[in-house]
Every structure is written in C-alpha cells, then in structure tokens.
C-alpha cells in the first residue's frame, strides 16, 4: 500500500492509500490544507486536531452549498425540458397545421428546428449554471 506525505495547514503527515490513488489524496489534502491556511491566517495557530476539524467543516459547508446550488439547477433544467416538451408540442401542432398556413413545408421545418436547438442551447445553459 503506498504512502504519500502531504502538508495540511504547515504541518506534516503520511497518509497510506489504494495503489492509483495518490494523486486523489494529494489533490483532497491540498483542499484541506488550503481551509487549514485561511483558518491559521483568520485566528492564528491552533490544535492539530482543531485545525482538521474545523478546515473539514469549512469544506464541508461548501461541498453542501454546492449541493444545493446542483439541486437548484436539476430543478431548473427540469424546467426547462417540460418548457422545450410543450414548445415541441406546439411546434408539432403547427408543423401539422403547416401545409394550410405556409406553402412552403421547408421554410417551417427550419423554423422548427431552430426553435428546438435554441431550447437545448438554452437547456444546456442552465445546466453548466
């Protein structure tokens, strides 16, 4: 089982991981030395084990912030697919009706198309957000 050595908050350990897993642990200690540096730099040296504590509820607290920020926008894309489910209802419905109102079935279908890859445009806009 390797061993990686990293630094949290100027302080030294080694932390035994899955083979392949080093660069992850390193990546995640990197995170928690980052809090532990904010930490030390807003009050000032502390435990080793107050330090670790309070840096993973500092990460903590952000992991659920994006919890809810990912929860909000599966809403909102959900939101958006029923709008895009209604627009292509819609555009079913006058892509039907087409051949009474515009003698040219090409220039509808254009549209049709258009108005379809501006909703996954926008579908996949919120979804980056």
């Not at 350990?13 to 532990?36: D, I, R, T, V, Y």
């Not at 607290?61 to 809810?68: A, M, R, S, T």
């Not at 009706?97 to 806009?125: G, H, I, Q, T």
Request: glycine share 4%; aromatic share 4%; charged share 30%.
């Amino acid at each position: 089982m390797p061993e990686v050595n990293v630094t949290i908050g100027n302080r030294n350990f080694a932390l035994a991981c899955n083979e392949g897993e080093e660069p992850h642990l390193e990546a995640a200690a990197k995170l928690l030395s980052a809090e532990a540096d904010t930490l030390q730099a807003q009050i000032g040296r502390v435990t080793e084990a107050r330090m670790l504590l309070m840096s993973g509820l500092m990460l903590a607290d952000k992991i659920k912030e994006l919890e809810w920020q990912a929860r909000a926008s599966a809403e909102r894309v959900k939101e958006m697919e029923g709008q895009l489910r209604a627009a292509e209802v819609r555009n079913s419905a006058l892509a039907a009706a087409a051949p009474k109102a515009f003698p040219n079935e090409e220039v509808l279908l254009r549209s049709y198309e258009d108005a379809v890859l501006r909703l996954e445009e926008l579908a996949d806009e919120i979804e980056r957000k």
